[in-house]
C-alpha cells in the first residue's frame, strides 16, 4: 500500500517532547515546499553594520560586492531533527548490514535498555481534527454512550450543552434527522475532565469493522468514515469539546507503526526489513509510554498523547471501506508490533524512555546538547541507496530572504560560519551569516527547532549549505583529529577521515595507539603486542605482533614520508620498520617510571620518548627542551606532542595538566577543572597555536585555534588522539 499523502517519503517527524502537542508554531513537512508563515525574528540576531555608523555614512571602499543570484540553491542532508533513532538509517542497518532490532536501538539510544515490558493497558489518544465539533458516530454492532443503547447500524450525536453538560441525540443515519435522547452529566476523567464515552458491545475486537465505532464521514453519507478501535470519549475542558480514543496500547500500535515507516518496508532485503519495523514498534511503544507517564503526572491532561506528528501519527484502523492496520497491506507492520508486544526502552533509573525518532539523520544524529535524549551517532544505515531522503536540494527566490531580512539590502551572500562538528561539511547549521549592500547580519542557531531558515524556507533539516557562493572557513574545515579505542574502533572529527577500523573484530591484545600517514588519507593502529592494521594510503612494513616482547607497545610514530614508523614500549624498548631509522633506546636502561609515548623529529632523523614523570629522552636531531622528570607531579604524565617545526613539545597529565617547553604556546590546560574522565592524550593543530586535551570518554577540550568538535559520541574506551595532518 503506498504511503499516505500526509507524509513524506513515507515517514515523518515526531514531536520535540511532552507537550510539543500544545505547540501551534510547529512546522509540519509536507510532500512541498510550503509558503513561509510568520518569518520569525530570533531576538538573538546579532547585527554588524557595515555601511552605517553612528549614524553616519561611511564610503564604500574597494570593489562592489556581486548581487546573489535570483534563485539561491540549497543542498542538504537528513529530513527532521536528527534526534533518536533515524527511520531509514534503521532500514538501512536492518537490510545492508544485517542488524537485528536490538542492535538498531542500541545504536540508536544509547544508554538504555530492555528493562520490564509493560502490559497492555488502554492509552488515551487525542483526536485533534475533531476539536470543537459535534461527534456524530456509528457502528454496525452494538455500543452504548452514558447509559443509552444504540442499536447496530444506528448512529449518535454528541453534543457540548454548557460545563460538564451533555446531549446525546439519536438517529437513523449520520445524516439525520436527530432526536434528543439524553441530556447528562459526565463522569470525572484524566485530569478532572468531565466526558462522556462511546463504548463497543465487542470487548475483544478483531479486525473486522463491523466491530469498530465510526465516525461519521464529515462529508455526509451513510457506511463511511473513520473507524476506531477500542472506545470513543467527548470529553469537555473549559466549555471546549476534545474526541479522545480509548484503546489498549498494542492495538493503538497497530495504527502507529504504518503511519511512521511503511509497510512494505518488512518485505526488503529478502525480509531484513523487518527488523527496521520492530525497532519502530518498540520506539512507538515506548515514545507512548514515556509521554502518558509524563501526562499523567502532570494531572492537567485529559490524554495520553495526540494523533499527529506533534506526538506520533494514528489514523484509526479503518477509512471509509479501506483497512489502516489490517489485511494484507498491513501483515509486516502487524507482525513487528506482535513480535515486539510489551518490548519498551528504559533509562538508567528504570524510567520508560522518551524515545525520539526522525525520517532520516544525514549521517549522524543531533549531540545532547542540542536537544537529543541520546548521545550522538553516526548512522551509517542513512546512506542506503533507497534512501530519498539522505541528500536533497532546493532553489529559494533571494527575494525571499531579503524579505525575512530586510536591513542587509540587496542579497550578496548567506554563508554558514558554524557547524556542530558532526558528519559532512562540518554537520548541522549552528551559524549563517548573511551580507547584503547595507548590512551584514549573523544567525546563531542553537538548533534544529531554533533554525529560522528550516522554518521559513521549508527546509528538510538544520543539515545544509548554500552552494553559490565560496564556503567559509567553517564549511572548508581542514582540521580534525582522530580518537582510537581499546576495542579497535577509530572515530574522526573535523576533517579527519574515517577509513576503517578493527570494531567487532576479535583482537588478541587491545589497541594502544594511533599514527596517521602524511597526506591525512591513512593511518595505522597498534596493539599493545606491537600488531599493526592498516587503512587508507598507510602501508604495512612489518610488526612486533609475532615477538615476545618484555613489556607492551605503548606507541608509535610515523616517518615523514609515511613508507615507515617506529613502535615504543614501556621500557623504552624501540622498533624501528619500514624507512625509519634507530636513533636509540632506553630499552635495558633502569627507569624511575615508564614510557608512555614518542614522537618523531618534522625530518624523521630523531624522535623523543616521554615516561610518566615526564622524563624525557632525546635521540637522532631531536632536542632537549626540558621536562618534569625532577617535579613531583599531581598525576601522571600521559602524552606529549611536539610543535609541527620541532622547536619544543608539550606534556599533559591525567588530570588535564599541560606543560609546554622549547618556543611553544601554553594555551590554557583543565589542571584544576572537573574533567569528564582521565585525560588520555592530546593532540596540536597544524598552526601549532592550540591543541585539544580528551579523555578516556571521549570528551575533548580545545584550546588556542582548536576547533570544538563534539567527540564525546566516541564514549568510553579512548586510548590515543591524533591529529590531520
Not at 496500547?249 to 532485503?269: A, F, I, K, Q
Not at 544525514?362 to 541520546?374: D, F, R
Not at 578493527?502 to 600488531?531: C, F, N, Q, R
Amino acid at each position: 500500500m503506498a504511503p499516505p499523502t500526509s507524509t513524506i517519503f513515507g515517514i515523518r517527524v515526531t514531536g520535540c517532547g511532552p507537550s510539543a502537542e500544545e505547540d501551534s508554531g510547529e512546522y509540519e513537512m509536507s510532500n512541498s515546499i510550503r509558503a513561509p508563515k510568520a518569518i520569525a525574528r530570533s531576538s538573538a540576531v546579532l547585527i554588524t553594520v557595515l555601511l552605517f555608523a553612528a549614524g553616519l555614512v561611511l564610503p564604500a571602499t574597494g570593489a562592489v560586492a556581486d548581487t546573489a543570484p535570483d534563485l539561491i540553491t540549497i543542498e542538504g542532508r537528513g529530513f527532521g531533527h536528527g534526534r533518536g533513532m533515524g527511520q531509514w538509517g534503521a532500514l538501512g542497518y536492518a537490510i545492508d548490514y544485517d542488524w537485528t532490532y536490538e542492535q538498531i536501538l542500541d545504536h540508536f539510544y544509547g544508554g538504555t535498555t530492555f528493562g520490564d515490558p509493560i502490559p497492555n493497558d488502554d492509552i488515551k489518544v487525542h483526536l485533534k481534527e475533531l476539536d470543537n465539533i459535534e461527534l456524530r458516530l456509528w457502528s454496525n454492532s452494538p455500543f452504548s454512550v452514558a447509559g443509552v443503547d444504540v442499536p447496530a447500524g444506528e448512529a449518535v450525536r454528541l453534543r457540548l450543552l454548557g460545563e460538564d453538560s451533555f446531549a446525546i441525540d439519536r438517529s437513523a443515519s449520520c445524516d439525520g434527522p436527530w432526536a434528543e435522547t439524553s441530556t447528562v452529566a459526565g463522569e470525572v476523567g484524566q485530569g478532572g475532565h468531565p466526558f462522556i464515552e462511546a463504548v463497543p458491545s465487542v470487548v475483544e475486537q478483531g479486525d473486522d469493522f463491523n466491530e469498530f465505532l465510526i465516525v461519521c464521514d464529515p462529508g455526509g453519507g451513510d457506511g463511511g468514515g473513520r473507524g476506531y478501535r477500542g472506545a470513543l470519549r467527548f470529553v469537555e475542558i473549559g466549555l471546549e469539546s476534545f474526541v479522545v480514543n480509548r484503546l489498549p496500547v498494542e492495538s493503538y500500535l497497530r495504527g502507529v507503526v504504518p503511519r511512521e515507516s511503511p509497510s512494505y518496508w518488512g518485505n526488503l532485503g529478502e525480509g531484513k526489513g523487518i527488523e527496521a519495523l520492530k525497532a519502530q514498534a518498540v520506539a512507538a511503544r515506548s515514545y507512548a509510554t514515556a509521554q502518558a507517564e509524563w501526562r499523567r503526572a502532570n494531572g492537567n491532561y485529559a490524554s495520553d498523547t495526540c494523533n499527529t506528528q506533534s506526538c506520533q501519527v494514528y489514523q484509526g484502523a479503518w477509512l471509509n471501506g479501506l483497512p489502516l492496520d489490517y489485511g494484507t497491506n498491513f501483515e509486516t507492520t502487524t507482525a513487528a508490533v506482535a513480535a515486539t508486544a510489551g518490548l519498551v526502552r528504559r533509562n538508567s533509573d528504570g524510567a520508560v524512555s522518551l524515545t525520539e525518532f526522525a525520517a532520516a539523520t544525514g549521517g549522524w544524529t543531533a549531540p545532547q546538547s542540542e536537544g537529543n535524549g541520546y548521545p550522538a551517532v553516526e548512522d551509517l544505515g542513512d546512506h542506503t541507496s533507497i534512501n530519498v531522503a539522505h541528500e536533497w536540494t532546493r532553489k529559494v527566490p533571494r527575494s525571499t530572504i531579503e524579505a525575512m531580512y530586510p536591513e542587509v539590502g540587496v542579497l550578496e551572500s548567506i554563508r554558514v560560519t558554524e557547524r556542530n562538528g558532526l558528519g559532512e561539511w562540518g554537520g548541522r547549521v549552528r551559524r549563517v551569516e548573511i551580507r547584503g549592500s547595507e548590512a551584514t547580519i549573523e544567525i546563531p542557531i542553537a538548533n534544529w527547532s531554533a533554525d529560522p531558515f528550516r522554518k521559513s524556507l521549508g527546509l528538510l533539516s538544520d543539515w545544509y549549505q548554500f552552494t553559490d557562493f565560496a564556503p567559509t572557513e567553517a564549511e572548508q574545515q581542514t582540521t580534525g583529529f582522530w580518537l582510537a579505542k581499546a576495542d579497535g574502533s577509530v572515530l574522526g572529527f573535523g576533517a579527519a577521515p574515517e577509513l576503517g577500523d578493527m570494531s567487532g573484530t576479535e583482537l588478541k591484545e587491545p589497541v594502544v595507539g594511533l599514527a596517521p600517514t602524511p597526506s591525512g588519507e591513512g593511518y595505522w593502529l597498534v596493539a599493545s603486542d606491537g600488531g599493526i592494521f592498516a587503512f587508507g594510503d598507510a602501508g604495512f612494513f612489518g610488526s612486533t605482533g609475532a615477538m615476545v616482547l618484555d613489556e607492551p607497545i605503548v606507541g608509535m610514530a610515523p616517518t615523514p614520508s609515511g613508507e615507515g614508523y617506529w613502535l615504543v614500549a614501556s621500557d623504552g624498548g624501540v622498533f624501528a620498520f619500514g624507512d625509519a631509522r634507530f636513533y636509540g633506546s632506553m630499552g635495558g636502561v633502569h627507569l624511575n617510571r615508564p614510557v608512555v609515548g614518542i614522537e618523531a623529529t618534522p625530518s624523521g632523523e630523531g624522535y623523543w620518548l616521554v615516561a610518566s614523570d615526564g622524563g624525557i629522552f632525546a635521540f637522532g636531531d631531536a632536542g632537549f627542551f626540558g621536562s618534569t622528570g625532577d617535579i613531583a607531579l599531581a598525576r601522571p604524565i600521559t602524552g606529549m606532542t611536539a610543535h609541527p617545526d620541532g622547536k619544543g613539545y608539550w606534556f599533559v597529565a591525567e588530570d588535564g595538566g599541560v606543560f609546554a617547553f622549547g618556543q611553544v604556546g601554553f594555551h590554557g590546560s583543565r589542571g584544576t577543572k572537573s574533567n569528564k574522565g582521565t585525560i588520555v592524550g592530546m593532540s596540536v593543530t597544524p598552526s601549532g597555536d592550540g591543541y585539544w586535551l580528551v579523555t578516556e570518554s571521549g570528551t575533548s577540550y580545545p584550546f588556542g585555534d582548536a576547533p570544538d568538535f563534539i567527540s564525546s559520541v566516541a564514549g568510553s574506551g579512548v586510548v590515543d588522539v591524533k591529529p590531520l595532518p
